[in-house]
């Protein structure tokens, strides 16, 4: 089992910027594709942005050239650099991990953490 913890959300000014971090325990990370997801008030959860084991990234157009997603296998830990804010950037942010791998397996193959609120406001 695999349990995701974010952290690093909070409080930015318009134009600030935020990283926010989500650290994974449990076995084989390198297994999982992460990614960042947002859910603002009275609205579906969508993708922000994902990164493969190897380091391939996608984003979505609206943070694409402000946003940058990362990872560090040898901590478990995926990062979400967020430059450039705007207030329609506020909402709550979860990490996921997937894994193709377990889930043709049979296993249990995606989990969530307990998201982290970015508040974009002058």
């Known amino acids: 089992q695999v349990q995701l913890v974010e952290s690093g959300g909070g409080l930015a000014q318009p134009g600030g910027s935020l990283r926010l971090s989500c650290a994974a325990s449990g076995r084989d990370f390198t297994l999982y594709v992460m990614g960042w997801y947002q859910q603002a008030p009275g609205k579906q959860r969508e993708l922000v942005a994902t990164i493969t084991s190897g380091g391939s990234t996608n984003y979505a157009d609206s943070v694409k050239g402000r946003f940058t997603i990362s990872r560090d296998n040898a901590k478990n830990t995926v990062y979400l650099q967020m430059n450039s804010l705007k207030p329609e950037d506020t909402a709550v942010y979860y990490c996921?991990?997937?894994?193709?791998?377990?889930?043709?397996?049979?296993?249990?193959?995606?989990?969530w953490g307990q998201g982290t609120q970015v508040t974009v406001s002058s």
């Open positions: 996921k991990g997937y894994s193709d791998y377990r889930r043709l397996r049979g296993y249990e193959y995606e989990y």
